[in-house]
């Protein structure tokens, strides 16, 4: 596809994507992300053979959020092996909110999966004795290829003040044995590792490299294969809170959202896309930032399992 029709998809993708900002609300339930600006909205494209398209408020920075689960995952899959991980946490969409309790209490002793909120705590535990944030840090500026990466303070402080119903999942986690270690430490990790400020370029430059199979630009290997591949496919099935399985439907490209607006997606062996749109929709997804990249699947044949010509 040549470089002019991209450019005129997006621009299209951008004006469709405003078009439903008004039915959407920036996330509330942590005070300084209400603070955003739900009109805002930017879109980034990182291709394999090195080309980048972007358009709109791609280097407006905002909180990763959720989206920090993909990095958690690839960082205890590397350090601890799947058998490990997934012996603490499942792979199974839960059909529940990203926050909710009522899977892990009712009906399993494990949380469903990494992308729920249970299961990111769960693999902060492991994570934190061994890795200190400093280094989670350095990692996120790495697999980003952004060394602007900080600890938003003002986000951190507010979730830890808004942390209630997080303390209670971590501590059900550890009445059923998935934490061992310090409750209190793992749930200041993984609130700090929600907190950092990125981009769409920042999440543009992760989703190249996890379709590119974890090979960075310069063509050093930060992930291994096999690490990728679950990544993926977990965010395929899960990424999307309980909205993920219509996503995979209508979209079909490996994705995760957060709730501060981001949405990372992987499109195989082609291109990772940043997006940013703080307007949420009730799954907590970005509103718009799902109708782009429905209209781009459509476009540009980017579902997975899209017919090729």
Same mark, same amino acid.
Do not use: W
């Given at each position: 596809?040549?470089?002019?029709?991209?450019?005129?998809?997006?621009?299209?993708?951008?004006?469709?994507?405003?078009?439903?900002?008004?039915?959407?609300?920036?996330?509330?339930?942590?005070?300084?992300?209400?603070?955003?600006?739900?009109?805002?909205?930017?879109?980034?494209?990182?291709?394999?053979?090195?080309?980048?398209?972007?358009?709109?408020?791609?280097?407006?920075?905002?909180?990763?959020?959720?989206?920090?689960?993909?990095?958690?995952?690839?960082?205890?899959?590397?350090?601890?092996?799947?058998?490990?991980?997934?012996?603490?946490?499942?792979?199974?969409?839960?059909?529940?909110?990203?926050?909710?309790?009522?899977?892990?209490?009712?009906?399993?002793?494990?949380?469903?999966?990494?992308?729920?909120?249970?299961?990111?705590?769960?693999?902060?535990?492991?994570?934190?004795?061994?890795?200190?944030?400093?280094?989670?840090?350095?990692?996120?500026?790495?697999?980003?290829?952004?060394?602007?990466?900080? =600890? +938003?303070?003002? &986000?951190?402080?507010?979730?830890? %003040?808004?942390? /209630?119903?997080?303390? #209670?999942?971590?501590? @059900? *986690?550890?009445?059923?044995?998935?934490?061992?270690?310090?409750?209190?430490?793992? =749930? +200041?990790?993984? &609130?700090?590792?929600?907190?950092? %400020?990125?981009? /769409?370029?920042?999440? #543009?430059?992760?989703? @190249? *490299?996890?379709?590119?199979?974890?090979?960075?630009?310069?063509?050093?290997?930060? =992930? +291994?294969?096999?690490?990728?591949?679950?990544?993926?496919?977990?965010?395929?099935?899960?990424?999307?809170?309980?909205?993920?399985?219509?996503?995979?439907?209508?979209?079909?490209?490996?994705?995760?959202?957060?709730?501060?607006?981001?949405?990372?997606?992987?499109?195989?062996?082609?291109?990772?896309?940043?997006?940013?749109?703080?307007?949420?929709?009730?799954?907590?997804?970005?509103?718009?930032?799902?109708?782009?990249?429905?209209?781009?699947?459509?476009?540009?044949?980017?579902?997975?399992?899209?017919?090729?010509?």
């Amino acid at each position: 596809m040549k470089s002019e029709e991209v450019t005129r998809i997006l621009e299209n993708a951008i004006r469709i994507g405003k078009g439903v900002i008004r039915y959407g609300s920036v996330a509330s339930y942590i005070p300084e992300l209400a603070k955003a600006d739900k009109n805002k909205l930017g879109i980034c494209l990182y291709t394999i053979d090195g080309n980048q398209f972007e358009t709109g408020n791609t280097e407006d920075r905002f909180t990763i959020q959720s989206i920090s689960k993909v990095m958690a995952l690839c960082l205890a899959l590397e350090t601890f092996g799947a058998e490990f991980v997934f012996d603490h946490v499942g792979v199974e969409p839960s059909g529940e909110a990203f926050n909710s309790l009522v899977e892990l209490d009712n009906r399993s002793n494990r949380p469903f999966n990494p992308m729920i909120n249970s299961g990111a705590i769960a693999v902060a535990s492991f994570i934190e004795p061994k890795v200190s944030f400093e280094e989670m840090l350095k990692l996120a500026r790495c697999f980003c290829q952004d060394d602007g990466i900080v =600890l +938003d303070e003002k &986000v951190y402080h507010s979730e830890m %003040s808004n942390v /209630a119903r997080n303390r #209670a999942i971590a501590y @059900l *986690l550890e009445s059923k044995g998935v934490i061992g270690g310090n409750v209190e430490e793992a =749930l +200041d990790f993984y &609130v700090k590792m929600c907190s950092l %400020s990125v981009t /769409a370029e920042s999440l #543009a430059s992760l989703g @190249l *490299l996890l379709a590119n199979d974890g090979v960075d630009p310069s063509g050093k290997r930060l =992930l +291994d294969s096999d690490t990728v591949r679950v990544v993926k496919t977990i965010m395929l099935t899960c990424g999307m809170y309980d909205g993920s399985g219509e996503f995979a439907v209508r979209v079909g490209i490996p994705s995760k959202s957060g709730v501060g607006g981001g949405l990372l997606s992987v499109v195989d062996g082609k291109m990772g896309i940043g997006i940013y749109g703080p307007a949420l929709d009730e799954k907590g997804n970005s509103i718009a930032g799902r109708k782009i990249l429905q209209f781009l699947s459509s476009q540009m044949k980017l579902h997975i399992f899209a017919k090729k010509d």
